[in-house]
Nanobody
């Protein structure tokens, strides 16, 4: 059974850092793009970062997090990490990882949606 599990959420002050991890199992990890989404209260879930391609060479970031967040893969652990630096109060949200057989371009253009989702990790940034 396919599964994605997020970890690393928590409460931090503005300006601090957190690292989220998404660990996958039960599906061909290397064949899937992995993306991070977030959902603020009362808003739609939005994609913020994605990694895919040979050697995980394709990486994309939303404008709101570019330069502050870094996506990377720990291949040995079937995990994708999201390093979040210089956090702002507006980064407060539930963060989800998703896996798709398509690539990041497909996810970003909404032509594809993740086949698998994690249950989410809450990140709260106090100002």
């Amino acid at each position: 059974e396919a599964e994605l599990v997020e970890s690393g959420g928590g409460l931090v002050e503005a300006g601090q850092s957190l690292r989220l991890s998404c660990t996958g199992s039960g599906f061909p990890w290397n064949d899937y793009a992995i993306a991070w989404f977030r959902q603020r209260p009362g808003e739609k879930r939005q994609i913020i970062s994605c990694i895919s391609g040979f050697g995980r060479s394709e990486k994309k970031y939303a404008a709101s997090v570019k330069g502050r967040f870094t996506i990377s893969e720990d291949h040995a652990k079937n995990a994708v990490n999201l390093q979040m630096d210089r956090l702002k109060s507006e980064d407060t949200a539930t963060y989800y990882c998703g896996a798709t057989e398509y690539n990041c371009v497909g996810l970003w253009s909404s032509l594809a949606t993740p086949r698998y989702w994690g249950k989410g990790a809450l990140v709260t940034v106090s100002s």
